[in-house]
């Protein structure tokens, strides 16, 4: 039997026992609505062979459809009252599911793999929205068995992750989610579907893994560290941005042709391999 999803009644419900305030700062919004959730987990594309990894199960929305798909579900939430109903929900509104259940209270900014009881394989999470892309780059970072990500954000941000080079949006985020990936944007949610109602629209994001530029976490952070460099002055050319990277302006420059890149070019004209290339060349001369 598919398990009961939650809609307005049932949150409010769970929300009064708990005596739930959501607060701004944890990006505490429910989703309400059996439709959104479904959409959710049939666009991530889970089965049972899966281990998913959400954070931020809340009240269980998304925990609940996840189940029903998903051979286990690992779900890490910073607020241990949240954590705590969590096992007790599923039982009551799932007692058939497919997939088992692990709750893990924990801050996913800083989550290891060490801390989870599965090596997950698929993210599925409707993140909190002010930690939304450090959450997202962090768990793509610590954990390389994710193969996939299908993320809910703002609109906004999910437009800048699935950003392509040359356009006004493409930035930090959109290149180093790139690094990690394909990356695509699956969708778009109103803000009725949620409990409280936030004041802007949501959007889904999916990242494919590919690892092109392999697992080297020195490389991963020397490529970056020159990004972060290209876009703290995202006006400026390459050779001007990057002169504190490089040490001069002409170190810069001598560093950009050498990756067969114009220095005359801003960031965001810049695919991910062009920094990964301007990384490896900075590291074998030494930078
Ligand atoms: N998944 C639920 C849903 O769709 O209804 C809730 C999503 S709500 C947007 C974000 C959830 O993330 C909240 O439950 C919040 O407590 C939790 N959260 C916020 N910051 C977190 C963090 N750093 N690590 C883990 N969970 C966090």
Do not use: C
Request: hydrophobic share 45%.
């Amino acid at each position: 039997m598919p398990p009961r999803l939650l809609g307005p009644a049932e949150i409010r419900a769970l929300a009064a026992e708990l005596d739930v305030r959501p607060t701004k700062t944890l990006g505490q919004n429910f989703v309400h609505d059996a439709n959104t959730v479904r959409r959710i987990v049939t666009s991530s594309g889970v089965g049972a062979d899966d281990v998913v990894l959400e954070v931020g199960p809340g009240l269980g929305s998304l925990t609940l459809a996840l189940l029903g798909e998903a051979g286990r579900v690992v779900a890490v939430e910073i607020d241990s009252k949240l954590a705590a109903r969590l096992p007790r929900t599923v039982a009551d509104f799932a007692p058939e599911q497919r997939g088992s259940l692990d709750v893990v209270t924990a801050d996913a900014l800083t989550v290891t793999p060490s801390d989870l009881p599965a090596t997950p394989t698929a993210l599925v999470a409707n993140l909190p929205y002010n930690v939304a892309v450090p959450v997202l780059l962090h768990l793509m970072a610590q954990l390389p068995t994710l193969r996939t990500a299908l993320v809910m954000v703002q609109a906004e941000v999910a437009d800048r992750l699935a950003a392509t080079p040359g356009g006004r949006i493409y930035g930090v985020p959109s290149v180093k989610a790139r690094y990690y990936g394909d990356v695509t944007r699956a969708g778009s949610i109103g803000k009725h579907v949620f409990w409280p109602e936030p004041k802007i629209e949501s959007g889904l994001v999916r990242i494919e893994r590919t690892d092109r530029f392999g697992l080297d976490e020195d490389r991963r952070r020397r490529t970056f560290a020159a990004i972060d460099a290209a876009f703290a002055q995202r006006r400026k050319t390459m050779r001007s941005a990057l002169a504190v990277w490089a040490g001069s302006p002409v170190r810069a420059e001598e560093l950009l042709r050498a990756a067969d890149i114009d220095p005359r070019i801003r960031g965001e004209r810049l695919e991910v391999d062009d920094f990964v290339r301007l990384a490896d060349v900075a590291a074998s001369a030494d930078i």
